[in-house]
């Protein structure tokens, strides 16, 4: 039997579907849906992904609250005497309903599959090594050279008042800086609990976890300062591990390395 509406529908489907396109498409500005647009390249391909897949969810809920609307307002009982006609399956309808969120599902593991594999990727020659050390309750993150030998070190600072709770961009918290567009590699660790490692604008956040190393890249495509903290509650003070990321060009980050200190012992 054929759907009644059905060249309506699909006509909806369609019109949903290329205005979709055309959107994405134009001017090559995906729509945030209050997401970071990423300011690495790795948090641009999460970016992607989100925005991506939002849209599509979108689509879906359009459809869903489309056919809702038009089964109550189409099927009302008009005449409360008279029962509709009774049937108790549609093949057809239950092969579509099927197949499509299988399909879509299939769709949305390729492409987190891939984005994982890009934000995972670890270059082979980072222009940079930075270990970065959650502690309760701050970071430290120690420059190393191609040997591992420290030649820089900023860390948070241990003297400081109790609780500050403010800008993670003030200058009570440390602040760690990265080339423009060259790939920085994160070695991350905890000297003690877990703690999270996240970088908002950097749409990347991963756990520092104790007797366990995390490698990540950087690649920073915007120059800037970015607020981080840490996302993993880890005790009284988890709310003062605040710090920040400047990202400046690769002369600048060359001119700030050579004025820090490489001293304070290896974490
Ligand atoms: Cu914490």
Redesign the pocket.
Known sequence: MGIPGGAKLRRVARFLLFSTIALALGGCTLPTFGGFRGATTQGQAEFKLWSWMTMAGLVVAAIVWGLILWAVIAYRRRDPDKMPRQFHSNAFVEVIYTAVPLIIIGVIFFYTVKTENTVDALAPHPAVTVRVT?FQ?GWSFSYRDPQGKQIALVETAQARPPVLAGNPTSAEYPQFVLPLGETTQIVLESADVV??FYIPAFNFSRYALPGVTNNFDFTPVHTGVFAGH?A????LY?AE?LFSVRVVRPGAFQAWLSTQPASGAAT
Request: aromatic fraction near 18%; include cysteine; charge should be neutral.
């Open positions: 959650g309750w703690h999270g840490c993993q509650y880890c005790g988890h591990m």
